[in-house]
């Protein structure tokens, strides 16, 4: 029996999903949906390549309810920007949850894993971060550092943006881009501490594999979310930052104890003064509002499977509500 496969490119991907609230409560559902512990989501799948300075990631989630399910393929090859061509690229792969037959390739080039990334910032920022912010800053200069600030200002809207880099110049453009983008004032940090100390928000988004930040600089009322650690091996945060924090979410515990910023505190051997709770669990709980105004939280962020199928389903029912993408008979 024929029968159809969609084909998205990503034009067509990026003109049926931009990164907006839509974007955000499909990602943060797909979070709850997680807490509920029927989801089933198998260990990430990830190859790290270092003689081509690249890794390769395979995520992927079933979640009930949801009428389809997506495997995404996430390479990145950190060197090619000096080809000329981009550092991420991949591809998704939708499947019918009632069938197993594929129903859509998404070959957004990595935009939609971007895009659900960016999202789950701004989830963590609207459960966690104070309800004012005045100040967000973030540490990083590249594409997710300027969609980590756009998202986070659609649920805080901060009045003034820093952003530090290692690169004076491109921390220049990445402010530049952000202060366009959002109509704000956004100024280039002297130093990591100096970003910390004057922003209520922070976001770190870089591959470091040295701490970034330090317990010494935190302060009430602060609220960090790390993108970065996404690889076995990566660490943005001093790992004391953890268990001096009043509250320490994670989007995956198993993940982020082989992958994320947890990883670097068992390592270090504070495991046992950290309680870790779940993204997810603490939707479920309805705790989802920082306690009071001076609390400090952290969220590690690791990416998850059930973002990817959540931002893949969205983005096939967005297309075809639209017009988009190609019909292939099979």
């Not at 789950?120 to 609207?126: E, H, K, L, S």
């Not at 921390?171 to 940090?189: M, P, R, S, W």
């Not at 989007?251 to 670097?264: P, W």
């Amino acid at each position: 029996m024929a029968r159809d496969v969609t084909i998205l490119s990503e034009a067509d991907l990026r003109q049926a999903v931009p990164l907006d609230l839509a974007a955000i409560d499909c990602v943060e559902r797909a979070f709850f949906a997680l807490g509920g512990g029927k989801v089933v989501m198998p260990p990430v799948l990830s190859m790290a390549l270092p003689e081509v300075h690249g890794e390769v990631d395979v995520k992927t989630a079933y979640i009930p309810g949801f009428d389809s399910f997506a495997i995404k393929v996430s390479p990145g090859f950190f060197n090619n920007p000096s080809l000329g061509l981009p550092s991420l690229n991949g591809l998704m792969i939708l499947f019918s949850a009632h069938t197993g037959l594929v129903e859509a390739l998404l070959l957004d080039n990595g935009y939609l894993t971007d895009i659900r990334t960016a999202a789950a910032g701004a989830v963590a920022a609207r459960r966690l971060a104070p309800a004012q912010v005045e100040t967000a800053g973030v540490i990083g200069t590249g594409v997710q550092a300027r969609l980590q600030m756009q998202a986070a200002h659609l649920v805080r809207p901060f009045r003034r943006g820093l952003v530090w880099g290692r690169d004076r110049d491109r921390a220049e453009a990445c402010a530049a881009d952000i202060a366009e983008t959002l109509g704000i004032e956004v100024t280039v940090a002297a130093s990591p501490e100096t970003l910390v100390s004057g922003a209520q928000l922070v976001i770190t988004t870089t591959p470091a594999r040295t701490p970034l930040l330090a317990a010494d600089w935190l302060h009430p009322g602060l609220h960090i979310t790390a993108m970065g650690s996404d690889q076995a091996g990566k660490s943005e945060l001093d790992p004391q930052i953890l268990a001096q924090a009043d509250r320490y979410v994670c989007d995956r515990l198993s993940q982020c104890e082989t992958m994320g910023e947890l990883a670097s505190a068992l390592a270090a051997g504070i495991g046992s003064t950290i309680a870790p709770i779940e993204l997810g669990t603490l939707l479920q709980a309805g705790d989802s509002i920082r306690r009071d105004a001076t609390e400090i939280t952290v969220c590690d962020l690791t990416g998850t499977g059930v973002q990817d199928t959540a931002i893949a389903t969205l983005a096939r029912e967005a297309a075809l509500r639209r017009g988009l993408g190609t019909t292939l008979g099979i």
